[in-house]
C-alpha cells in the first residue's frame, strides 16, 4: 500500500492540521467534561478520571460514598498481581479493620471493557446488579474474563497520567494471608511478623485517602487556549512530534503524533500500532484548565481519496489515554499509557515555531 510522507513544517503542514482536527472532531462525539477524583496512598497519588457518560448511576455512587466520608480511613485490602487490585471494602481503627457500611445496590452499566487501567465495581458472584463499595483497578487487560462473566463489571473510571507507576507498585508488594483480608498488600511487614502473630500498625496498610478533585478556578493559572495551535516536539527526537489544536468554545483539544522518514517502509510493512509501519496515532479530550485527558483513537481500513469505510476505536478511549498539560505558552507534557502495546511514560514537549505564542500571551491576559 503506498505510503504518504508529509515533511514538516510548511504551510501546507498548518493547513493539515486544521484538517486533520476538523476530521477527528467529526469521526468522533464531542464528550463532557470530565471529573476526576484523587486516590493518596503511602506509595505516591492515583488520580483517576470518571467515566460519567458511560457510567453515570455508578459514578454518582463512588461520589456519594466519597462525599459521605464513607471512603476515610479505607485501604487496599486485595492485590493479585497480574490481575487487580481491590479497595473500598473496610476501614482501618488502628489495627483493627471494619466492614463499610453500604448503600443499597446499583444497577449494572457494563459498557466499557476493563483493559489494563481501568477502574471497575466489585459485586457478589452471579450477581450483576450487587455492587456497593468496592471497586478494582485492572493491572492487565482482563477483558476476557470480566466482560463475560457476571454481567460483564461496569468500568466507571480509569487512571490517567503516571498513576499505574503507583499501581503497580502497590501490586508488587508482599502479601500477608490474613484470615479475613487474604491478599492484603503490606508494606514494611514481613512474613516472620505474621508467622509470629505481630499484629500490622496503620503504617503496614496501604491507605487510600480519597477526594474529588476539583478543576482550579485560579484566575492565575494557565487555561488552554488556541495560541497553543502548532506543531510541538521533544528537541531531542527528529522526525517525529505532534499537531495540537485547541477548540476553546467546544472545551476539546485534539492532538496527532507523527512520525515521517527520508526512507520510506516497505509497501507491505503492516501500520499496527507501535509497529515500524506505523505513521499516526490520533487523541481526542475534554480542556480540564491547564490540561487534558484524550482518548486514543486508531483508525484502520480506508484508501485515500476513496468512500471506503475507515474502523475508529470503539469505545472511545479502549487503545489508551494521553495527558496533555501546559504550564505556560512555550511547554508542554505529554503522558501516555497505551495498555494495547504495553507502553506507558512522558513527554516534554516545545513549539517548534514561535509564531503563535504571542497569540497564546494575548489570550492569557483576556
Known sequence: MPTINIHLFTPLSRTLITALATFILLALP????ADTVLLETPLGDIEIELLKDDAPNTVANFLSYIESGKYTGSFIHRSEPGFVIQGGGYTLGGSNTNFIFTFEPIAN?????????????????N????ATSQWFINLADNSQN????????????RVIGNGMEVVDAISQLAIMPF??????????????????????TEANFVTTAVSKKDVTTDPSSFVMNAGLNDAWYNPITTGQ??????????????????????????????????????RWLTAL?????????LDINIASGGLFDTASEIQNTDPPGSDGTITLTFADCYAGLVEYNIPSINRQGSVPIQRVATDNAALCETLRGE
Open 30 to 33: 464531542v464528550m463532557a467534561k
Open 109 to 125: 452499566e457494563f459498557k466499557i471493557s476493563n483493559t489494563r487501567g481501568t477502574v471497575a465495581m466489585a459485586k457478589v458472584s
Open 127 to 130: 450477581s450483576p446488579d450487587s
Open 146 to 157: 470480566l466482560d463475560n462473566s457476571n454481567g460483564g463489571y461496569t468500568v466507571f473510571a
Open 179 to 200: 484470615p479475613k483480608h487474604p491478599e492484603l498488600p503490606v508494606i514494611g511487614y514481613t512474613i516472620d511478623d505474621f508467622n509470629n502473630g505481630k499484629p500490622p
Open 241 to 278: 512530534g505532534f499537531f495540537i489544536t485547541v477548540f476553546p468554545d467546544l472545551g476539546v483539544v485534539s492532538l496527532a503524533w507523527f512520525t515521517y522518514d527520508t526512507d520510506l517502509p516497505a509497501e507491505d510493512e503492516t501500520a499496527n500500532l507501535g509497529s515500524p509501519g506505523h
Open 285 to 293: 479530550g475534554t480542556i480540564e484548565g491547564d490540561m487534558a485527558v
